[in-house]
């Protein structure tokens, strides 16, 4: 996975570039800031989509989580990193396959993921990991900004979103955060090497 500059979509920006050959993926690895704790396998939820305008559609029984140590700069945090690892059938089930749009989030409750080592251990503090698994960075930008489905980022966009804004960063409300994540996205792409 290679990690070029990030996109401005979400919380969590990322852009990972993966080949058709090997189509996105295995597991996916989340640091946490302290040592945590679940009941069950699978302490998070994972959703995906296919672009910004599709409903998010549940796969979290298509994963299985694990508690690991921490890695590097985190190496002493013992037990505080979930391997998030697919187990589902087929090449699209068993990983975080090509062209989507993923997000993982914490449940809450009996099989959320717990504080490990607080008094009562507390459902960790909500958090959204958001990232794109795309064959190139360019598509990965065009399949969440293309407003206007011409397969290409430019002020059409911006024009399309005037018309009808839509919510990148999934906080509920489409406005002028969207829409400078938008710009940002046209200047991006206009500047990645074609
Ligand atoms: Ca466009
Ligand atoms: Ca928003």
Redesign the pocket.
């Known amino acids: 996975m290679t990690s070029p500059p990030p996109t401005s979509l979400g919380a969590e920006p990322d852009c990972s570039i993966y080949t058709p050959s090997n189509y996105g993926p295995t597991f996916a690895d989340l640091q946490m800031y302290g040592p945590v704790q679940f009941e069950g396998t699978m302490p998070v939820i994972v959703q995906r989509r296919p672009n910004s305008l599709s409903s998010w559609e549940d796969i979290s029984s298509n994963f299985t989580a694990a508690l690991v140590d921490g890695v590097g700069a985190q190496a002493s945090l013992q037990q505080s990193r979930i391997k998030v690892t697919g187990t589902g059938s087929g090449l699209s089930q068993n990983r975080f396959y090509g062209d989507y749009e993923y997000r993982i989030i914490p449940r809450t409750g009996a099989n959320g993921l717990k504080c490990r080592g607080v008094a009562g251990a507390p459902d960790v503090a909500s958090f959204e990991y958001r990232f794109k698994v795309a064959y190139s960075c360019s598509d990965g930008l065009l399949g969440v900004f ?9 002020a ?2 911006l024009s399309a979103w005037m018309s009808g804004p839509a919510d990148f960063n999934a906080d509920g409300a489409a406005n002028s955060t969207d829409l400078r994540n938008l710009v940002d996205a046209v200047v991006q792409y206009q500047n990645l090497p074609q």
């Open positions: 293309d407003m206007n489905h011409d397969h290409d980022l430019n059409g966009d």
